[in-house]
């Protein structure tokens, strides 16, 4: 099982929709939870943290549920400029900090 | 936020040759710098950790022969694949993280290298 999985889509929505995805993580000493954004071709983009409270940032919404292990980012209102990759990324102390990534859930954006 | 450079953007390079990839942090000291590979449409895969000052620590199944890793000052950490072969051919990323245990990392733009 890997330690950090997605959907890879891609999911294909219509511009203005409300579109939301997951990621399960296998490791439950896991503490910190982010979301990146990478288009094609470029580096990972942090997108947001995500925090035991769930967080909002403009049109985004990130959201964990420890007891399921899993985070969630839902998008409304969505833009052609977010067609791009979404990565979830995991961390944690016993891994000495480092940034165990998922695979990415390709987003796509139609007018 | 902290800038990390990376160069060259793009190689391409015949068979057996040695390709060095350079990654600096721009306005900040990095204390850690992290070297990832990534194949299309596959994350990003950690190869290894590196600290200024002392040797790299790589992930398993990455050749540490194949794959050298220099961090020579706070600001600078190098990577040179070694007699790179077409199936090196991938997305070289570099990160620079400033404080262990300090989540975020800063990302170059990556160098997309290509074995012929």
């Known amino acids: 099982r890997k330690e950090v999985e997605q959907d890879p889509g891609p999911f294909n929505v219509p511009e203005g929709a409300t579109v939301a995805f997951n990621c399960t993580y296998s490791?439950?000493?896991?503490?910190?939870f982010f979301w990146y954004r990478q288009d094609c071709r470029k580096e990972p983009k942090l997108l947001m943290s995500v925090y035991s409270s769930g967080n909002e940032d403009g049109r985004f919404t990130a959201q964990l549920n420890r007891a399921s292990q899993y985070i969630s980012l839902l998008i409304r209102d969505s833009k052609l400029s977010d067609s791009a990759t979404y990565l979830c990324v995991v961390n944690s102390m016993d891994s000495n900090y480092q940034l165990i990534w998922g695979a990415g859930t390709k987003l796509i954006i139609k007018p | 936020g902290a800038v990390v450079s990376q160069h060259p953007s793009w190689v391409i390079c015949k068979s057996g040759t040695s390709v060095k990839i350079e990654c600096r942090s721009l306005?900040?000291?990095?204390?850690?710098m992290f070297w990832y590979r990534q194949f299309p449409k596959q994350s990003l895969m950690l190869m290894a950790t590196s600290n200024e000052g002392s040797k790299a620590t790589y992930e398993q199944g990455v050749e540490k022969d194949k794959f050298l890793i220099n961090h020579a000052s706070l600001t600078l950490s190098t990577l040179t694949v070694t007699s790179a072969h077409p199936e090196d051919s991938s997305f070289y990323i570099c990160?620079?993280?400033?404080?262990?245990?300090?989540?975020?990392?800063?990302f170059g733009p990556g160098t997309r290298l290509t074995v012929l």
């Open positions: 490791n439950s000493a896991s503490q910190s």
């Open positions: 990160s620079a993280r400033v404080l262990k245990g300090y989540n975020e990392q800063f």
């Open positions: 306005d900040f000291q990095a204390t850690t």
